[in-house]
């Protein structure tokens, strides 16, 4: 069983940055994505960025060119570095793993039910 460990989260004023750790364990597929999603009060888990095991990236438009993910291989870390936050960055976040994955448009990046392996989840509150 695959086994995702987050933290980082916190609470940060607008123009702020918070850096997401999401410790991995147990996964042993050749190929995969790492994927962050989030989640506010009455909205669905949407995708932010996923990195595959060739490390190519894919991001939500959202949040590009302000938000960095990025993995440790040896240490079977990811990381999603968060600059210039933003009030409609709070929602909590959760890593997930998807096996035999190579990252590519949005829609086939985010499939949301390909990712068995999820987090806990962490709290991020961007306040203005």
């Known amino acids: 069983q695959v086994q995702l460990v987050e933290s980082g989260g916190g609470s940060v004023q607008s123009g702020g940055s918070l850096r997401l750790s999401c410790a991995v364990s147990?996964?042993?597929?050749?190929?995969?994505?790492l994927a962050w999603f989030r989640q506010s009060p009455g909205r669905e888990r949407r995708g932010v960025a996923a990195i595959d095991s060739a490390d190519t990236t894919t991001y939500a438009d959202s949040v590009k060119g302000r938000f960095t993910i990025s993995q440790d291989h040896a240490k079977n870390t990811l990381f999603l570095q968060m600059n210039n936050l933003k009030p409609e960055d709070t929602a909590r976040y959760y890593c997930?793993?998807?096996?035999?994955?190579?990252?590519?448009?949005?829609?086939?990046?985010?499939?949301?039910?390909?990712?068995?392996?999820w987090g806990q989840g962490t709290q991020v509150t961007v306040s203005s």
């Open positions: 147990g996964y042993t597929d050749g190929f995969y994505c």
């Open positions: 997930a793993a998807r096996p035999k994955c190579y990252t590519g448009s949005y829609a086939y990046t985010f499939e949301r039910n390909k990712y068995s392996d």
